[in-house]
């Protein structure tokens, strides 16, 4: 401790950072000056940021240092959280937040004539993942460093995170995702750190030392992994952790033998081909592409990290059987599921660890998470693809297997269909390895990410495994980091809370918020609320004016449906609602407020039908909103490019948060936490979350529609025939007919065929047998919405009794039942 200090000063810590706003402000001249070589009047808004982002930077250096260093000579057990996606969002408002350095930022760039907002606004957000699975790792090592638990996010570092979304005559169209064009000054690469990472090839038996059967595997090619590490700031404490994103590059970058009889391509083939592995995202959402690329970025991104790990547990320890009490290895979903067999690998090839030994320490390790249920999502890979790369890991594999069916022949004795089931290699035409059945046996913990969702896994996709191990299952509902989506992005709620509840304890204890249920009806305090939100719908007006050239009334009812397009999201039912509103609304049958139905996401490009989904919102705006029978009553909006930069304006500008998931196929959701928390009341089905969020506000504060999961399967067992649904719905009817004539395609009756087909023919997501219930619902809410009182009430209670959906809730669950890991303060 005191040679700490010594040290810190002696890098004359304190001299370098100039304490105070006006060190601030001394600190950004200086990085604009030494950084951008720029003096103030030809410095660019960006030249700001950047100045202001490595101002920044320098104020967390030693925060994070210091934690390295605690975690290191207290060699602290550390949870390593595998995700091959991290959306983290901007970083420069988050960590002025963390850092409790907002105000003297704000004043430090005022001084300098610049404003805060538009600075932050010059970040470009790493959108390194997807959608929920990747924002909900990026919440959970929000909440580990603000609990004050040890941890590692490691993951891959793609050139091009997910595609922005430019939208064209209506039609959405991928724009390269060049965030790294400016720099980014919230990494710091680890060259000298590299290890490689071998595909391809074959294996060759010896005799090693006794005389052990010993394996080699004589790879093809060999890829380097270097790291970039990204720090990930605690809240109002000084633990930071690391995010640790690998890159791949090539073992010679540059062949000059080529060179020298001028094969030039070839002198550059090895680097173009290992940097192609982290080149870019797969923007597939909930549907595997099964392709090799995407087989060889999973493998890369394992193998650095428990090559990584072992480096680091070596440098204090010395036996590997301690290596489970070191570290617990959380498995985001099956991207990562070949940790179980290359960690075998690592062991049994490399250190030449007996194999029980080994595979003892690895199922110890090891815990998984399952975030879907579609079939199309569980990742499985064609054995003939997988042999050809990781031809050693398939041998491992078919050991592990050989041994795990073994023990399932001995408890259930002759049930070959389980054995078939529960095999990790899917015997058929084409024999193909099941990535989650190899998480399964690999871990010692399984969970979903909501109870149904657990409820659902248990007694389906994973029945077999649960029968064989229900201690290894346990629900982890997921949970939303109160930083980021309450304190950061909806400023004039967060200060009426600060001032109610008299402090920010909330920020990190946020069943405290349960203080406002008093509130609920204390008309000055209601007041006060509606004023707050007020400034959040004129905050995104005023974004998606300036942004997208889009106008949004404040004065109306913000309806919002914001998510990946998926046809289980069941944007169309919605779409197809607002049709049946339009024409009651220009029959004048539809009562209620003037409403703003609000659509954003983004479709995975290869997934034809979200696309035509997005093509049937724009063409639907466009006949509504240019009707001026109908336009003072209502609006359809659709919002570009829905990322994490533009939720946060988003989620604090809603009034209804449409979360209508056909039953059973959402696993939790996690947006409509962010919705609930900032104030919005939700209309939606029993699905994922959705059911413990009506629990926690109250039935009553809740509009709950539709299906549940037992009778969406029941109707489906039945035979579920949606054209007789439409014969009974005559609003659902109009609205089909009014598409199947041309009414949204300026008379092109081909243009929506495809997406009526599948409504009509099959409806797998039974948009029809929920239309009329939804519709019923969805006036209920505009109703209530006129009776500001009630509303304003209602949304104070979901604020107030949304504390458990609090990622550290979710975070010190896992703490608790599977990682058994303990905080470690760090004194600076
Ligand atoms: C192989 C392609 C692929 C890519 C991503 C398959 C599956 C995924 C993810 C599992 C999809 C995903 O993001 N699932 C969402 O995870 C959230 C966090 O747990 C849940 O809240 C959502 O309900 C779930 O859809």
């Given at each position: 401790m005191a040679g700490m200090k010594k040290m810190d000063k002696a890098r004359g810590i304190g001299g370098r950072i100039k304490p105070g706003v006006e060190g601030l402000r001394r600190d950004i001249l200086d990085n604009l000056f030494c950084n951008q070589a720029k003096f103030p009047a030809v410095a660019t808004k960006n030249d700001y940021y950047q100045a202001l982002a490595y101002?920044?930077?320098?104020?967390?250096?030693?925060?994070?240092?210091?934690?390295?260093?605690?975690?290191?000579?207290?060699?602290?057990?550390?949870?390593?959280?595998?995700?091959?996606?991290?959306?983290?969002?901007?970083?420069?408002?988050?960590?002025?937040?963390?850092?409790?350095?907002?105000?003297?930022?704000?004043?430090?760039?005022?001084?300098?004539?610049?404003?805060?907002?538009?600075?932050?606004?010059?970040?470009?957000?790493?959108?390194?993942?997807?959608?929920?699975?990747?924002?909900?790792?990026?919440?959970?090592?929000?909440?580990?460093?603000?609990?004050?638990?040890?941890?590692?996010?490691?993951?891959?570092?793609?050139?091009?995170?997910?595609?922005?979304?430019?939208?064209?005559?209506?039609?959405?169209?991928?724009?390269?995702?060049?965030?790294?064009?400016?720099?980014?000054?919230?990494?710091?690469?680890?060259?000298?750190?590299?290890?490689?990472?071998?595909?391809?090839?074959?294996?060759?038996?010896?005799?090693?030392?006794?005389?052990?059967?010993?394996?080699?595997?004589?790879?093809?090619?060999?890829?380097?992994?270097?790291?970039?590490?990204?720090?990930?700031?605690?809240?109002?404490?000084?633990?930071?952790?690391?995010?640790?994103?690998?890159?791949?590059?090539?073992?010679?970058?540059?062949?000059?033998?080529?060179?020298?009889?001028?094969?030039?391509?070839?002198?550059?083939?090895?680097?173009?081909?290992?940097?192609?592995?982290?080149?870019?995202?797969?923007?597939?959402?909930?549907?595997?592409?099964?392709?090799?690329?995407?087989?060889?970025?999973?493998?890369?991104?394992?193998?650095?990290?428990?090559?990584?790990?072992?480096?680091?547990?070596?440098?204090?320890?010395?036996?590997?059987?301690?290596?489970?009490?070191?570290?617990?290895?959380?498995?985001?979903?099956?991207?990562?599921?070949?940790?179980?067999?290359?960690?075998?690998?690592?062991?049994?090839?490399?250190?030449?660890?007996?194999?029980?030994?080994?595979?003892?320490?690895?199922?110890?390790?090891?815990?998984?998470?399952?975030?879907?249920?579609?079939?199309?999502?569980?990742?499985?890979?064609?054995v003939d693809l997988f042999g050809r790369i990781l031809p050693r890991h398939l041998e491992i594999i078919y050991e592990i297997n050989q041994r795990f069916l073994d023990h399932v022949r001995l408890t259930f004795p002759g049930d070959e269909g389980r054995l078939a089931s529960l095999s990790i290699i899917e015997e058929g035409p084409v024999k193909r390895v099941r990535m989650a059945n190899l998480a399964c046996v690999g871990s010692s913990a399984i969970n979903g990410v909501a109870e149904l969702h657990t409820e659902l896994l248990q007694k389906t996709v994973l029945s077999d495994f649960y029968a064989l191990w229900p201690d290894k299952f346990s629900n982890k509902t997921n949970g939303v980091t109160p930083r980021r989506f309450l304190l950061r992005s909806n400023p004039p709620l967060s200060a009426l809370i600060v001032?109610?509840?008299?402090?920010?304890?909330?920020?990190?204890?946020?069943?405290?918020?349960?203080?406002?249920?008093?509130?609920?009806d204390d008309s000055a305090f209601q007041e006060k609320w509606k004023a707050a939100q007020k400034k959040g719908k004129e905050a995104l007006a005023r974004h998606a004016a300036k942004y997208y050239d889009i106008r949004l009334d404040p004065d109306t009812l913000f309806d919002v449906q914001v998510k990946r397009i998926h046809e289980y999201k069941r944007q169309h039912l919605n779409a197809l609602h607002v049709i049946s509103l339009y024409q009651k609304i220009k029959r004048g049958e539809a009562g209620g407020p003037p409403r703003t139905v609000i659509f954003g996401g983004k479709a995975a490009p290869g997934y034809w039908i979200a696309k035509l989904m997005i093509k049937l919102v724009h063409n639907i705006a466009e006949v509504v909103n240019s009707d001026s029978e109908t336009n003072e009553m209502l609006k359809v909006v659709f919002l570009p490019d829905f990322n994490v930069k533009n939720a946060q304006k988003i989620y604090p500008a809603a009034d209804l948060s449409q979360q209508i998931s056909t039953a059973g196929y959402e696993a939790s959701g996690t947006g409509n936490m962010k919705f609930a928390l900032n104030g919005a009341l939700t209309i939606g089905t029993l699905d994922g979350a959705n059911i413990e969020i009506r629990d926690a506000v109250g039935p009553e504060n809740f509009f709950l529609f539709g299906l549940e999961t037992e009778e969406v399967r029941t109707l489906r067992e039945r035979g579920y025939n949606p054209r007789d649904f439409c014969q009974n719905t005559p609003d659902l009817m109009e609205a089909l007919t009014m598409l199947d004539e041309g009414a949204f395609s300026r008379g092109d009756r081909h243009l929506f065929a495809p997406l009526l087909g599948r409504i009509l023919d099959h409806d797998e997501y039974m948009v029809c047998a929920d239309f009329a219930a939804y519709g019923e619902c969805r006036e209920k809410a505009a109703a209530t919405y006129l009776d500001s009182r009630q509303w304003t009430r209602m949304s104070i209670l979901n604020t107030a009794r949304m504390g458990r959906f609090s990622s550290d809730r979710s975070i010190a669950e896992y703490c608790r039942d599977i990682w058994h890991v303990d905080p470690v303060p760090v004194e600076l």
């Open positions: 101002a920044v930077r320098d104020r967390l250096m030693h925060r994070w240092i210091r934690s390295a260093q605690t975690f290191f000579e207290r060699e602290s057990r550390t949870v390593i959280y595998l995700s091959a996606e991290y959306l983290m969002g901007p970083q420069l408002g988050n960590n002025l937040i963390n850092l409790g350095l907002w105000k003297e930022a704000k004043e430090a760039v005022r001084g300098l004539g610049q404003d805060l907002d538009d600075l932050l606004a010059e970040e470009e957000e790493p959108g390194l993942g997807n959608g929920g699975l990747g924002r909900l790792a990026a919440c959970y090592m929000d909440s580990l460093a603000t609990l004050k638990i040890p941890a590692i996010g490691y993951g891959i570092r793609y050139e091009y995170g997910i595609f922005d979304q430019a939208i064209r005559d209506g039609w959405q169209v991928e724009v390269a995702d060049k965030w790294l064009r400016l720099g980014n000054p919230w990494e710091v690469a680890h060259p000298q750190i590299q290890y490689p990472v071998h595909f391809g090839g074959y294996t060759e038996y010896f005799n090693g030392e006794e005389n052990h059967l010993r394996v080699r595997w004589i790879p093809a090619r060999t890829v380097m992994g270097t790291p970039s590490d990204t720090p990930v700031l605690g809240y109002g404490h000084h633990n930071a952790n690391i995010l640790r994103l690998w890159r791949a590059e090539a073992a010679e970058s540059f062949d000059f033998a080529a060179f020298n009889v001028g094969d030039y391509y070839k002198a550059v083939e090895d680097k173009m081909v290992s940097e192609n592995i982290t080149k870019v995202l797969y923007p597939n959402d909930e549907a595997e592409a099964g392709r090799r690329l995407r087989l060889e970025q999973q493998f890369f991104f394992v193998s650095c990290s428990l090559q990584d790990m072992l480096r680091i547990f070596f440098q204090r320890n010395g036996s590997l059987d301690k290596l489970a009490e070191k570290y617990v290895v959380q498995l985001n979903d099956t991207h990562p599921a070949l940790a179980v067999a290359e960690m075998m690998r690592l062991l049994v090839d490399e250190h030449q660890t007996p194999w029980e030994r080994a595979w003892d320490i690895t199922c110890r390790l090891f815990a998984y998470t399952n975030h879907t249920l579609l079939p199309e999502a569980l990742e499985t890979w064609a001032e109610a509840l008299g402090g920010t304890a909330w920020v990190k204890d946020l069943e405290r918020l349960r203080g406002l249920e008093r509130l609920a």
